[in-house]
């Protein structure tokens, strides 16, 4: 291993904030957390990625060794593997094709100090992802990761056009909605409110931003007209239901998945 895994830059924290915190927020289709499983024997490194990527909003599992690697990923099936070839029992390589053996879907990112191109032909054709090499940047690493996840949740075209939250549907292609696998007739306005709210899950939405979005103009400044609709999406989807569309005082609506 290297003595510094991350490169200089990345020394100033602020810095590494301000360039993360300028992208859009990723979830799992069903609007919880990406999960991360990052394998590596170098606790600094670790604690440091994990920083980077609970700043994302994503739950970061760590394992140090192959044995709690393999462990971590049976119980929790994480979304994407940040994995190093050098371990203290065994090597990324194998480890990558017990996983394989467990869940094929998971995208891997090899993260090494093996930089020659042999290193990284071996690391691709075992089944990575995607390789990096140490010293690396933290906002590099990020924006690999998100690519991977892209890419990984990419399905068929019919399937692209469904937003999923929680045990809420909405199709964008034939404008159907259902929750539980119950039909919910919406109108073009509603309809328009609620896939602005699926495409943003967790995320506080002010009145002028829903305003903006769903009717391009600020309805002559009567935010109230957001108040209106909200309540009557509110008799169709929560009605009867654990309540997805939530009021934050003050600021605007939020829609997450029903606990």
């Not at 995320?203 to 769903?214: E, G, H, K, M, T």
């Amino acid at each position: 291993m290297v003595d510094s895994p991350v490169s200089d830059e990345l020394v100033s924290s602020g810095r590494r904030r301000a360039v993360l915190a300028k992208l859009p927020r990723m979830y799992r289709a069903d609007g919880t957390a990406i999960r991360v499983l990052l394998v590596d024997d170098e606790v600094a490194l670790t604690s440091l990625v994990s920083l980077a990527l609970a700043y994302e909003g994503w739950v970061v599992e760590v394992a140090h060794d192959g044995a709690s690697a393999l462990q971590r990923y049976r119980d929790q099936r994480p979304d994407v593997v940040v994995l190093d070839i050098m371990l203290p029992d065994t090597d990324g390589i194998r480890l990558l094709k017990q996983l394989r053996e467990v869940e094929q879907s998971s995208p891997t990112l090899f993260l090494t100090a093996r930089d020659s191109v042999d290193d990284r032909i071996i690391g691709l054709t075992a089944g990575g992802d995607d390789y990096m090499t140490k010293p690396f940047s933290l906002e590099e690493l990020v924006a690999r990761l998100r690519g991977l996840l892209r890419r990984s949740m990419m399905t068929t075209s019919d399937e692209d056009s469904r937003i999923v939250v929680g045990d809420l549907l909405l199709d964008e292609t034939s404008y159907e909605v259902n929750r539980g696998g119950d039909p919910i007739a919406l109108t073009t306005t509603e309809f328009e409110l609620l896939r602005y709210l699926m495409r943003n899950p967790r995320r506080v939405l002010s009145r002028a931003q829903i305003l903006d979005r769903v009717w391009n103009y600020d309805f002559a400044g009567k935010a109230s007209i957001v108040d209106l609709y909200v309540s009557y999406l509110r008799k169709k989807i929560d009605a009867g239901r654990p309540s997805m569309i939530h009021t934050v005082r003050g600021v605007g609506y939020v829609l997450r998945p029903a606990e």
